[in-house]
């Protein structure tokens, strides 16, 4: 994707896909992430419409993507840790049961 600089502002060459509009950056900024080997800079843009409304509903549907995304990690942590339990559980039987032999 190229980004225009037109008269101060910074436009996207590509119309907003929901309604056609103009794109603004909005905010960039860069995240420093650890990894194995030390650090790694990421950088980040925020990509805006020009249409207020359409804006409005992207947040929204980012708002309610960012939720799910957060209910489904809570309901695998939930899985994980009845997993973990029951491997837990059927170990000790089987220590028990051992035991008695
Ligand atoms: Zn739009």
Not at 65 to 93: F, H, P, T, V
């Amino acid at each position: 994707m190229k980004i225009v600089i037109n008269s101060g502002k910074v436009y996207l060459n590509e119309p907003c896909s929901r309604c056609g509009s103009e794109k603004r950056v909005a905010k960039k900024w860069k995240e420093t992430i650890p990894t194995l080997t030390g650090t790694t800079v990421v950088k980040h843009t925020q990509i805006v419409c020009m249409n207020d409304v359409c804006q409005m509903e992207a947040d929204e549907v980012l708002l309610k993507e960012a939720k799910k995304r957060q209910d489904a990690r809570a309901k695998k942590e939930e899985n994980d840790a009845l997993r973990k339990a029951s491997i837990l559980a059927s170990a000790n039987k089987t220590r028990r049961n051992t035991s008695r032999i």
